[in-house]
């Protein structure tokens, strides 16, 4: 969805660095979520946010943190890659009716 | 949490054959049911959705009906064609996170 951005698309890095992963939307929606894609597990909710204040843990937020600097930006943090955090990663948006809207992903990929 | 689970997990069909996946969830309190679509190199993309208050809900070729009695949910996809092959995903809410199925690698030969 062209509403929904993110940045970098592809990412190779090495173990232990520090890596961001930028996600912006026009849609005008307060919630933004941040997941994880590997084969065969589907999309897994690494972090949330209803609004610029409110942050919350998904269930495989070890490793990873987030920041929401405004309503429509929401960035993810690999504050020390490791291999197994090579993956996809989504961003997405919603409104209050539930339905998420995502971004092209980032391919991200840790020696 | 929810646990939302999804088969099969590879599906080939002849063209213009019908296609069916299935997913089942276990939280008796989810009421919003989406389906995605994921193309080779593209983010997922909301193909249709059903809420707790309908039975079934149909969009041209694209159908999804819901049993919350037995807790679970498919998608039907009639006179497939080779643009309808990607990866589909079904999930299920979790007050207002979803949780979502691992996926069915849907492949439509010619």
């Known amino acids: 969805d062209a509403d929904v951005t993110q940045t970098p698309r592809n990412r190779i890095t090495k173990t232990g660095k520090r890596i961001m992963l930028e996600c912006s939307q026009t849609k005008g929606h307060d919630r933004m979520y941040w997941y994880r894609q590997d084969p065969g597990l589907g999309l897994r909710l690494i972090y949330y946010?209803?609004?610029?204040?409110?942050?919350n843990k998904g269930e495989i937020s070890d490793g990873y943190s987030v920041s929401r600097q405004a309503q429509a930006k929401f960035s993810l943090s690999l504050e020390s890659a490791i291999p197994n955090q090579t993956a996809l990663y989504f961003c997405?948006?919603?409104?209050?009716?539930?339905?998420?809207?995502f971004g092209p992903g980032t391919r991200l990929t840790v020696l | 949490g929810e646990n939302v689970e999804q088969h099969p997990s590879t599906l080939s069909v002849q063209e213009g054959d019908s296609a069916v996946i299935k997913c089942t969830y276990s939280?008796?309190?989810?009421?919003?049911f989406p389906w995605y679509k994921q193309e080779l190199g593209k983010g997922p993309q909301l193909i249709i959705d059903i809420r707790s208050n309908v039975g079934e809900k149909k969009d041209q070729r694209i159908a999804v009906t819901l049993n919350k009695t037995a807790k679970h949910f498919s998608l039907h996809i009639t006179e497939t064609q080779p643009e309808d092959s990607a990866v589909y995903f079904c999930?299920?809410?979790?007050?207002?996170?979803?949780?979502f199925g691992a996926g069915t690698t849907v492949t439509v030969r010619a």
């Open positions: 999930a299920a809410n979790n007050d207002y996170k979803l949780s």
């Open positions: 946010s209803f609004d610029v204040k409110d942050i």
């Open positions: 939280d008796s309190a989810s009421n919003y």
């Open positions: 997405a948006t919603s409104d209050f009716g539930l339905a998420q809207f």
